[in-house]
């Protein structure tokens, strides 16, 4: 099987504002399921954030960016099938990673 690689990714708007209340590393996971067309199906936290404001609110914006990514579908074979994968964001006061 090879697993869906995202194609076009948007990174999660942040204002500088909510950035500038960042200390360290707030680190977000969002579960993606992916199309055979390759199109966002659905994405969720996949913990924990829902329980802090700033947690929640950074999840959040993982979560909307994530949903207007496109992938490369998941394959088996010669085949597309729908895929699943997970996204793990870092938030930090200097921008946003992503893997």
Known sequence: ???AKPIRQIAPST???IRNRISGIVPI???VRVGKNGVVTGAEIASGAKDDGMR???AQRAV???RQWKFQT???DK???PGELTVRF???RSGTQWN
């Open 56 to 58: 929640s609110y950074l």
């Open 1 to 3: 099987m090879q697993p």
């Open 15 to 17: 204002p500088e504002s």
């Open 64 to 66: 909307e960016a994530v």
């Open 74 to 76: 998941a394959r088996v």
């Open 79 to 81: 085949e597309a099938v």
């Open 90 to 92: 870092r938030f930090r």
């Open 29 to 31: 996971e969002v579960k």
